[in-house]
């Protein structure tokens, strides 16, 4: 048999197999190779035909792009092209003889685990009653040392019970984003800018003295890799929760919110609770080739059950990351979801009411979540992962309020602003301002006063 | 090291035979057949080379004296010999101090104390089965190589292989590249273009100080080029006629783990040096310096190039930590893996805090040329750099430059990752680079922890651009054979029109000799 009769015969098989493939399921329809290329593609072999109308080809390049090529190629051309885009595909996955699977460490190192060692009793160098403490020297006045809102220090969870703590503010510096970097700085920068501990304006209600509220410090991290400070967070999350503290947590990127939930669920019980998540990012990439990392924080707190979907409310999606097939996946999860796009069409009043009526459907605990990317870059120009056209920071924090005046708060996390993008610091004013809307509502809440409760001085000044 | 000597460390000699086999294949075109060891790790193994860094070591054990003994009634014996041991140092101090702790503890308390310092010895270990011994991927991922995989040339239209202009006047005009300069994408457009300098981006991110170093500094970079393509007043040259180079793009790297970008990393600077042509890499942090220097001695073999470290930091860290690369550890892992050897590296510029005796005790031993900031505060900066380019022409060995920006002082370079006041000048820096690459044998060149963010004057930004002119400008002299001490053109050093400094006859002689026929 000569070689045109093989290709011929190939031909019409492949052709043949082709009419009979079924049209491919995309993310945005359907595909299937159009009559008109049809003759094209008979230039393929078997092999290179399925990975055309399998569909795996167009992973790596839009169906636009492949009707162009198959249309405008000779058939040397499209069967080199074929070829090398089956190679390409080929190498995507693992091959242990070919890949790292895992980065090796240095199992000698005499301080293998120094990033997650707190100091034992007996070697602490000064002897004190445990509870929290001052660090300024005078009554009113703060004298230098900068912690969240002036509040008290404490050091240690014996701290927080001596202290009948309601609420430690803790900072965890992981500084692995996946856009701009810096966020590891968050922490550091929002002590130093006094504007935590506000009076609520709508309540009138002083947090602080609502509140026994203390600077927790901040909790280690390993900078080289976040695999390994996520044991170290979680164990301290939890161990923070089991003093009946509330932590809120500092970030940090966005990877720190796994450790985080997941700390408050192992005191609190896995599905306890419900997250409500401020993000541009829908952060559940389902494939990552790492095990943990901001892109996944919340994929992983799904797919481990620590929070369920339908309890999962996601508000101010936009990021580069939101595709049909992600929306679809969340929506799999049962998860409710508020995209820029509703807010836009229906309007903030509307979607807020709306959210809040699945928050008072939901579970009687919350843990509230931002990622400051979900506000808009004229007010929070230090997200790591900047997203324009994003919401405005006063129905952000309007939200939040609410939310942690008429839920209990089992936790609640802030995440990567990177201060160093923002030389005016207005994005640390602003990140303060978001972490005192719920600290706020806890504190009205404690009060025992209606979340929506405004008091008569705050709303009307009374002359006729 | 040889293959018989991995296996000899490896746990299973078969996987370590199967390793070997599949790392030569990617290596088999070196110039030098010392390329045999496995460089990396491939699926879940150890990192292959020894850990155990030497320089890490306990104090010296303390005596007590029996007035304390005492208070050391409720120790075992392995207690009482722990609170004397080196390892107890660290908490309790030297013997004065851990008499005075003592005497402040009863005899319950001393227990404790010392169980606890026993704890933390043990806890900070690495122990099996409670410690990650790796940090893992997830190899079920199916985009895992997503991150590295490259182009087939066959998506675009068919071109020839060479540099590629991208503008439309006369190859200006088009998308910022480095220097305004073509670029290359395969290593069959650099051989297609007899180029002998290419110059790529490797955005690494992972520097301790304050990130964001990558991304924006290779971007950024490009944006500032304007001068380093353009032409010389020091050597009269411009360095774009006498060498061909191009910008060969940035090389992949995962901003998530320092240790999965090496290879990559490496991979690439290799096929550019394969070819004869000079990597210049712009960074990202300095662990880059790593699988720049090991891919220049895959090229050229072991032991056979020497680096000359620009920095406020001697980056030889190592050992102490569970990490076995980071922006601190690239001199130590090369020296350890035998790419380099410690008299091979001269240093340049340290001035950062951290440095001990013991860090200068084992540069000496090892021969490794440091010239810090101290050396030059006792006999000037012309007398430092004479040595350096002394040092580093010795015998003609081939050189890589590995220039972290932060040896410059903070006024000319504040956006770095770990800035150190008291630094170079950009016109120290500007003739030293200027004379190495003339009048050395340099086949390598990286700069590194540029932060452009850091700086919205954008002043580093074009301090680094410069420096990489200094360097192109120097590799032209040295094509030209104007590689003399300290070579300046007489004719723009010099106005010669009276005979000031007494020279003036030197200076026209010099003039007249180098003119080219047609004047």
Known sequence: MNSQSILTRCALVTLFLALLLPPVETAFGQWSAPDELRTQMSVLNDEQTEFITSGAVLEFIPERQLEHELATRDADGLRSFVDDLMSFAAEMSYDPERDMGAAPLNLNARSFNNSALPTPAPLRELKREPGPFSVHRYLFAQSGVPTFGGAKVAIWPEDLVAGNVDVAIIGVPNNMGSGRRDAGSGPNAMRAMDTIATPDMQSLVKPLEALSVVDYGSFTIDYMSTERTVDHVTDMVAETAGTGAIPMLVGGDTSMLYPGV????????????????????????????????????LFLLLDQGIVEGSETIQVGLRGPAVDAETLQWLRSKEVRYHTMAEIRQRGFEEVLKRMLREVDKGPDAFFVSVDVSVIDPAEMVAAGRITSNGMRIEDVTRAIRHVCAAKDIVGFEITDMAPMLDLSRLSVIHSNAVLNACLVGIAVRKAGLDPDYVHPLALDHGQR | MTIDSFELRAAKPVVATTMVAILLAPVTWAQDDTVQTPEYVVGEQAYPFD???????????????????????????????????????????????????????????????????????????????????????????????????????????????????????????????????????????????????????????????????????????????????????????????????????????????????????????REVAETGAIPMIVGGDHSLEYPNVAALADVYGKEKVSVIHFDSHYDAWWGEESHLINHGYPVYRLINEGHV????????????????????????????????????????????IDRVVAEASEEGRKLHISFDIDVLDPAFAVATGTPVPGGMTMREAITIVRRLCAETNVVGFDLVELHPALDPTYKTTLNSSYIIKACLTGLAMNKEGLTTVHYLSPLSSEHATDDYYGDQQKYLDATEAEKEPEE
């Open chain 2, 51 to 269: 850990t155990n860094d030497p320089r890490v070591k306990d104090k010296p054990p303390i005596e007590l004296p029996d007035s304390v003994a005492p208070k050391l009634n409720l120790l075992t014996a392995e207690e009482s010999e722990f609170l004397k041991s080196g390892a107890a140092r660290r908490f309790a101090g030297s013997a004065e101090d851990t008499v005075e702790a003592l005497e402040e503890r009863t005899p319950e308390e001393v227990k404790a104390w010392v169980n606890a310092m026993q704890d933390v010895v043990a806890n900070n270990r690495y122990t099996e089965g409670r410690d990650l011994p790796n940090i893992p991927l997830n190899t079920e991922s199916p985009r895992f190589n997503a991150w590295r995989l490259q182009r087939p040339r066959s998506m675009d239209p068919e071109r020839e292989p060479g540099p590629l202009p991208l503008g439309r006047y006369g190859g200006y005009g088009g998308p910022p590249t480095f220097g305004r300069f073509a670029i290359a994408l395969s290593q069959e457009d650099l051989v297609a273009g007899e180029v002998d300098v290419a110059i790529l981006g490797a955005p690494l991110n992972m520097g301790s100080g304050w990130r964001d170093s990558g991304a924006q500094a290779t971007i950024d970079l490009r944006l500032f080029s304007w001068g380093m393509g353009g032409s010389d007043q020091y050597a009269l040259i411009k360095p774009s006629e006498v060498l061909t180079i191009v910008d060969y793009g940035d090389v992949a790297v995962d901003n998530s783990s320092t240790e999965r970008s090496m290879q990559h990393v490496r991979k690439i600077v």
């Open chain 1, 262 to 297: 997941k700390g408050v669920a192992r005191t609190h019980g896995m599905g306890t609770f419900g997250l409500l998540h401020f993000s541009a990012h829908p952060d559940t990439e389902r494939f990552g080739d790492h095990t943990i990392s901001d892109r996944q924080a």
């Open chain 2, 341 to 384: 050897r410690g008299a091979d590296y001269i240093q340049v510029g340290l001035r950062s805090g951290g440095l001990d005796k013991s860090a200068f005790n084992w540069m000496r031993e090892i021969g490794m040329r440091y010239h810090n900031m101290a050396e030059v505060e006792v006999r000037g900066w012309d007398a430092v």
